[in-house]
């Protein structure tokens, strides 16, 4: 149990364009939802922490209105990267947790985004 | 910004050798979770140790926590080709953190059959 999908598992798009990652929790509600970034060779990067219905709480630097984050439901939610730049290729990693064990989090398989 | 630091960043060993990957923090914490990342992959989580605990098994891995030298240590023994991996700790701070993860730098651990 508590699996977590995302999807496309990677996306090659040209600068100027938007892309939409989405992250699924497939046997469980997920209470909240956090999105990564990590660059190769290094670790992840807590960018944005999500609860459905509720805005994104953005950590320190990441910039909301190009990171776009929807929580619609207890087991989806999406990352928008807006006018991507060839700076914005980095793995996309999300994770989820769920209300009865609230100390571990669930990884996403990860979405490889290139920017040309 | 990363609290935690790992060494090594790399670890070299033949199949059967112990594995032995350390991890420092720098603020308090509630628990303390190692997890493993095949490459391009996500996140597998391993084992979390909570603070008021030293020491916890689960299978061939054994974690130490020692909360006074804000220092945690991944032990794999009789280490597999199979355990070729990206290892990270991970600490879940205070109560205002909520359930936020601050990941260390990882150790690239190589297993030679």
């Known amino acids: 149990g508590a699996v977590v999908s995302q999807h496309p598992s990677w996306v090659i798009c040209k600068s100027g364009t938007s892309v939409k990652i989405e992250c699924r929790s497939l046997d469980f509600q997920a209470t909240t939802m956090f999105w990564y970034r990590q660059f190769p060779k290094q670790s992840l990067m807590l960018m944005a922490t999500s609860n459905e219905g509720s805005k994104a709480t953005y950590e320190q630097g990441v910039e909301k209105d190009k990171f776009l984050i929807n929580h619609a439901s207890l087991t989806l939610s999406t990352l928008t990267v807006t006018s991507a730049h060839p700076e914005d290729s980095s793995f996309y990693i999300c994770s989820a947790t769920r209300w009865a064990v609230m100390d571990t989090q669930y990884f996403g398989p990860g979405t490889r985004l290139t920017v040309l | ?113």
């Open chain 2, 1 to 113: 910004s990363q609290q935690g630091e790992e060494d090594p960043q790399a670890l070299s060993i033949q199949e059967g050798e112990n594995a032995t990957m350390n991890c420092s923090y720098k603020t308090s914490i509630n628990n303390l979770q190692w997890y493993r990342q095949n490459s391009g992959r996500g996140l597998v989580h391993l084992i979390l140790i909570r603070s008021n605990e030293r020491e916890k098994h689960s299978g061939r891995l054994r974690v130490t926590l020692d909360t006074s030298k804000k220092s945690s240590s991944l032990l794999i023994t009789a280490s597999r080709a199979a355990d070729t991996a990206s290892y990270f700790c991970a600490t879940d701070g205070d109560e205002t953190s909520g359930s936020r993860l601050t990941f260390g730098e990882g150790t690239q651990l190589t297993v030679n059959p």
